[in-house]
């Protein structure tokens, strides 16, 4: 009987570094874990994407996981967001070849293995920090017109080439526009005009539309006659009719009908991930108000309630559809607008609390404060000697000159820590001079 229990406790023992990688986020987290194969798939996509590489006896990395999985929430689903857990034989080629000296490192991929990958140094690990780094820097491959005038002149230059406008009425080009122009760079000319009143709608030939309605001209190659695109205004719909045009052999008319019989019917977790997104939407607005009566007079006044009215749905611009109800009365889950977790970072910065948020003026003495790591940061056994900001791997110990909290970087072995994270355990070097 106790050989069986030992022998239960040995498999338990082994298998729980594989346990650890799976729970280093959480079931819901829109961030994907991947393998090195999983890796060159993400990186043959035209696609900016970030990963973070992390190790899951971190603690740094796990700090960062509420904050890196609302950025994902944030970014979804126009920029993939991905994590890989260096602590994995398996994954520890990939990480190495990657230049990880230390834990979390979290990277940005503008253009799939097509171009440089950059290394988020943007201070605070924060989910307004990695949101902005990520869209920011997606790459621009969109000729933005100023004026109506100047459309046509481009749609005469570019006359051998597939051609695609959108007329916006938004002040800033939508990501997901740039996100496409991005995907299909080298195979189709996408162009954007602010119609800020409907004005160029009508010069061009078109109603003048909506408040905030977007409209996508496609001018097939070989004619400067614009067809509008008929279907919804998303991400995989309009992939999909960019698809169809690339690839020559469809009948424009006949793929423009079939786009636009597509019904918007979107299922239990695409509307649980408007909600969240939704009610994160409604927590940020909190950095434009000088306190906390100014921002419960606007939420009560309706401040961010046509957050989708606005900005559509996950992945859509313009106007969105009329959803039909899934399974359920999917509209009464819609009024239903839990809090997610992480509900206090916008640009400004808000420091959280248990039960609420902290306005941006009380932000800085707090963040001040987190700084230095907490113990049980980032050790499993082991020694360990420390610095603010991250740890090492146990191979790097450095010798202890003083007592510090346990478990903040190690797995088991002597531990050194240096600011920005934990280092991978093959990097051992015991310098005496570096505390």
């Known amino acids: 009987m106790l050989s069986g229990q030992l022998q239960l406790l040995a498999l338990t023992l082994a298998l729980a570094p594989s346990f650890a990688s799976a729970a280093i986020f959480p079931k819901d987290s829109l961030v994907k874990m991947i393998d090195s194969k999983g890796f060159k798939k993400a990186m043959k996509a035209n696609q900016t994407s970030m990963v973070a590489f992390v190790a899951p006896w971190c603690g740094h990395c796990q700090r960062m996981v509420p904050e890196y999985s609302k950025a994902a929430l944030g970014l979804h689903p126009l920029l993939p967001v991905y994590a890989v857990d260096c ?158 045009i690339i690839d020559g052999t469809a009948d424009l008319k006949a793929i423009n009908e079939e786009a636009k019989a597509e019904e918007f019917i979107p299922d239990e977790k695409e509307l649980e991930i408007e909600r969240q997104q939704e009610a994160q939407r409604i927590a940020l607005a909190h950095g434009g108000f000088a306190d906390l009566i100014d921002f419960e007079k606007a939420v009560k006044e309706g401040a961010g309630a046509d957050y989708h009215d606005v900005h559509g749905y996950p992945g859509m611009m313009g106007t969105p559809p009329v959803k039909k109800e899934a399974a359920g009365d999917a509209n009464q889950v819609v009024m239903e607008q839990p809090a997610v977790a992480g509900d206090c970072s916008p640009p400004g910065g808000l420091s959280e609390k248990t039960g609420g948020c902290k306005p941006p003026s009380e932000a800085a003495a707090e963040e001040k404060r987190e700084e230095t790591p907490a113990a049980g940061d980032c050790s499993p056994p082991g020694g360990l000697s420390q610095k603010a900001g991250g740890c090492k791997p146990p191979a790097e110990a450095a010798p202890e000159v003083k007592k510090e909290a346990a478990g903040d970087c190690s797995p088991p072995g002597a531990l050194g820590v240096k600011s920005g994270g934990c280092k991978p355990p093959s990097e051992a070097a015991p310098p005496k001079d570096e505390l």
């Open 87 to 244: 602590d994995a034989n398996e994954n520890k080629r990939l990480c190495a070849d990657q230049g990880v000296k230390g834990f979390p490192t979290v990277k940005l991929f503008p253009r799939g293995d097509r171009l440089g990958s950059m290394v988020y140094e943007s201070g605070e690990r924060t989910a307004s920090g990695f949101f902005y780094w990520a869209s920011r820097r997606v790459p621009n491959a969109v000729s933005k017109f100023y004026k109506v005038e100047d459309i046509q002149p481009w749609v005469e230059k570019t006359n051998d080439k597939n051609r695609v406008l959108l007329l916006t009425k938004d002040k800033k080009v939508p990501l997901l526009w740039k996100v496409l122009g991005n995907k299909y760079k080298d195979q189709l000319e996408l162009g954007t005009h602010r119609d800020r009143k409907g004005k160029s709608s009508v010069a061009l030939g078109f109603e003048a539309g909506g408040k905030k309605e977007a409209k996508v001209l496609v001018y097939p190659a070989g004619s400067n006659k614009p067809v509008r695109y008929e279907g919804i205004n998303k991400l995989d719909s309009l992939s999909k009719f960019f698809d169809s």
